[in-house]
């Protein structure tokens, strides 16, 4: 069977979300989560389209910027480093405040607290950024946000707002989320 590279990523991907995060009864292994997150977060650009002003220049990279504390590691950078995205290599940036976040066309926003989470995913504001957050980190969610589900890694997106931000969220990767609040007609 002759697959199409995207399509092969897509099916990588659902294999992942497979076999991530086995658990032993009544323990779960975070660093297993935390590596299945630090795969997957790199391979996002591949289902978003930004605005004109907001996409990389050919040969520019992708920035996935880990805002606030980072739970991943060089692990992150390791799964960013063997991705190529069309003419895009995809580097990691940490930053301790969204403030610095220009530039940046992912923010993987962990805060201290779940109110430094809050404060940190507000501040990145209407910005053109697509943003990720984890179960646990606040009340505030980002557009794609990690959920532990049935022993696995899952995440669910919020499309309606992308979309106010500017961004398309593919619907092969919306397919894969275990919910999806919809944009606007």
């Known amino acids: ?31 297993g989560d935390t590596a299945v997150k630090a795969d997957f977060l790199p ?66 926003v962990h805060g201290v607290t779940a109110e430094d989470t809050d404060r940190l995913l507000a501040a990145i504001g209407p910005r053109a950024i697509l943003t990720v957050t984890d179960t646990g980190a606040g009340t505030q969610r980002g557009m794609i946000h990690f959920a532990r589900q049935n022993g696995r890694i899952r995440f669910f997106i919020d499309d309606a707002a992308a979309a106010a931000r500017g961004l398309t969220i593919s619907s092969r990767l919306l397919a894969l989320a275990i919910g999806v609040r919809q944009r606007r007609s």
């Open 43 to 108: 391979k996002f650009p591949r289902y978003v389209e930004w605005p004109a002003q907001a996409r990389p220049a050919d040969g520019v990279p992708y920035q996935l910027c880990v805002v606030g504390t980072d739970p991943f590691g060089d692990r992150l950078d390791r799964s960013a480093a063997s991705e190529l995205i069309g003419r895009h290599a995809v580097t990691v940036r940490r930053i301790a405040d969204s403030a610095e976040a220009e530039g940046c066309h992912i923010a993987y």
């Open 1 to 31: 069977m002759n697959l199409s590279v995207p399509l092969r990523l897509l099916l990588t991907l659902l294999a992942a979300l497979g076999l991530a995060g086995v658990a032993v009864a009544g323990h779960q292994e975070p660093a």
